[in-house]
């Protein structure tokens, strides 16, 4: 379950977009809502997040979120499927600072469950060039994870200890070229190291026990997208593409790379301004994955690790994510500038501010099922 809403907000996901945020907001604070649904899991999800600027070319930003997380399900170190309810709390703090034409930021986050506990930093600098019609950034990230289960002590634990342990170091460079007064480029390339435990402590595999993954993790994407937009109509376009695959670096334990996965993502968006104070996004994203080489699915055949030889069977794991995944996700969102609230008296405080609303619908192949995405969020200056 943990590692099936990684897959949403993974903790490199969140130091490559600390890192990468190359922009100064101003003084606002952001509240934000976001609810995830699939048939055996709920997530709800309070954010508020806060930016200052300050003296001098600096600024500072710092938010809080909690993840409530209830599922039905025996990988939590129950020995039958039950419902229970974990609770995850982050903090995060950054500070900026700007130069004429360069920007650096430094950020801190720590993340902790009753049985994970998580410490990120992360970093960036970026330049503008040619007239400040493009910028080119380099970002690096670092966190140290511990988990501990429930009740025993894990294979992973090192000898004396009772908790795993999970390394992960980041680094991304990204190139953004203005193309026209309407149109814009960027390419992105990146590159994370994971070295520890990379599973769940309770996912059992039928014959084997307690899944045992890979414990090295060498993560790679290339990734570009192109925005244009139309001024008669008020339209804005952008599509992307990501290529994604992964490897076990150095020597490996088997004769053949356990990981191989490779994966390709495709996303459209179509922004629409309706009224002067109200926008439309639209956006559709395809994502498609093969399986990881060590990988077999146990839910179609349980005893599917007896053909690999004994020999060979270093690593075997039951989780529906390292399989042949793909998903499709359609989402609407609006956009909308409360200026219209300035004429009423309990409200014109809001009317400074921006709400936003979107719904999607995860259409996925796993057996985590499909899934409902609503998010709310309300962004006001001071």
């Known amino acids: ?12 996901v969140a130091l490559a977009a600390l890192a990468l945020d190359t922009h100064a907001r101003g003084d606002q604070v952001t509240i934000r809502g976001a609810y995830y649904r699939e048939p055996s899991t709920r997530v709800i999800q309070p ?3 806060i930016e200052k600027d300050l003296p001098q070319g600096y600024d500072i930003n710092a938010h809080y979120l909690v993840d409530a997380i209830t599922s039905a399900s025996a990988a939590a170190g129950t020995t039958v499927d039950s419902i229970f309810t974990e609770i995850r709390n982050e903090v995060g703090l950054g500070v900026g600072k700007n130069w004429e034409r360069t920007r650096a930021t430094l950020s801190y986050r720590y993340s902790a469950e009753s049985d994970y506990w998580s410490h990120g930093l992360a970093g960036s600098l970026a330049q503008r060039l040619w007239g400040d019609t493009a910028t080119v950034a380099l970002a690096l990230g670092v966190s140290w994870d511990s988990m501990q289960a429930a009740g025993r002590t894990p294979e992973c634990a090192p000898p004396g200890t009772i908790q795993c342990f999970l390394n992960s170091y980041f680094g991304g460079v990204s190139y953004t070229q203005v193309l026209s007064p309407v149109a814009i480029a960027q390419v992105d390339a990146e590159v994370a190291f994971l070295d520890g435990f990379q599973g769940n402590m309770y996912r059992l595999v039928p014959n084997l026990g307690y899944e045992r993954p890979p414990d090295r993790r060498l993560r790679n994407a290339l990734a570009g997208r192109v925005g244009y937009y139309f001024p008669s109509t008020s339209t804005g376009l952008q599509l992307f593409y990501r290529y994604y695959w992964d490897l076990y670096p150095g020597t490996p334990k088997t004769p053949v790379d356990p990981w191989q996965m490779q994966a390709h993502t495709v996303e459209g968006r179509i922004y629409q301004q309706l009224t002067r104070s109200l926008e439309l996004r639209l956006l559709y994203r395809y994502h498609r994955q093969s399986k990881a080489e060590f990988w ?18 270093y690593y075997y794991s039951s989780d529906p994510k390292l ?9 609407i969102k609006f956009i909308w500038a409360a200026d219209a609230l300035r ?13 936003e609303l979107s719904y999607g619908y995860y259409i996925q192949n796993d ?7 609503l998010q709310a969020g309300y962004t006001m200056p001071y």
């Open 47 to 49: 954010v508020v997040d």
């Open 296 to 313: 077999c699915d146990v839910t179609i055949n349980p005893n599917c690790y007896e053909a690999v030889p004994a020999a060979d069977l």
């Open 367 to 373: 057996s985590f099922g499909n899934a409902h995405v």
């Open 323 to 331: 399989g042949p995944v793909h998903t499709h996700y359609p989402e």
């Open 1 to 12: 379950m943990r590692l099936q809403l990684r897959r949403s907000c993974s903790l490199l």
């Open 343 to 355: 004429t009423l008296p309990l409200f014109r405080w809001f009317a400074a501010g921006t709400f």
